[in-house]
């Protein structure tokens, strides 16, 4: 995947989609738009490389042209977390590294939603997977209270990432009229 043409596309959604989130909440005063950072980081680059597991090949590829996400406007809000946070993770209980009820394989969370949804991506397939809010022990994805459940998303990162970019690009040409129910199912698309 290009990601620096991701990157593109996608700033050119935050472009569209923007303006009409400052319209609505100009009262409030100007809000921090949308952002793709493409400053990597490559001490973060480097500590990566060193992880035993190695991180997943599709996720360093990643790292190694965006710095980071936070699409704090779109729907329910969508960040890519920096590969420090996700380096961090790898080592605190309360993030997980398994979930027995998608998949047997290792996972690393990466990004999140709003609400407090996780998006994990395995080891050993590249496949990204939703983690709705739920319990974790010891680094194992227990349950989830969330109606959508926990499975899989995308077969890989670029592919999550795509989706995503559908989703700004339908925001960013959405029309004021338009009733809630385009909104929603672009949301169950992540």
Not at 50 to 74: C, G, M, N, Q, W
Not at 97 to 126: I, K
Request: contains cysteine; glycine residues 8%; negative net charge.
């Amino acid at each position: 995947m290009d990601y620096l043409r991701w990157r593109d596309d996608m700033r050119q959604a935050i472009d569209g989609y923007m303006p009409r989130v400052q319209a609505i909440f100009a009262r409030f005063g100007q809000l921090e738009p949308d952002t793709v950072s493409d400053e990597v980081d490559s001490v973060a680059l480097r500590k990566a490389g060193e992880v035993d597991p190695p991180l997943p090949r599709t996720l360093l590829e990643l790292y190694a042209s965006i710095r980071e996400a936070s699409f704090a406007h779109l729907h329910n809000a969508y960040f890519i977390h920096s590969l420090d946070l996700v380096l961090d993770g790898l080592h605190r209980s309360g993030i997980p590294a398994w979930a027995p009820e998608v998949t047997d394989e290792r996972l690393a969370v990466f990004a999140s939603d709003g609400g407090g949804r996780m998006f994990a991506v395995g080891y050993r397939s590249g496949t990204v997977f939703r983690l709705p809010v739920g319990a974790v022990v010891d680094k194992v994805y227990d349950c989830s209270i969330d109606s959508i459940g926990p499975g899989e998303i995308a077969k890989d990162i670029p592919d999550f990432l795509d989706r995503l970019l559908g989703i700004a690009q339908a925001f960013s040409e959405e029309d004021d009229e338009d009733d809630d129910e385009d909104d929603d199912e672009e949301r169950a698309i992540l």
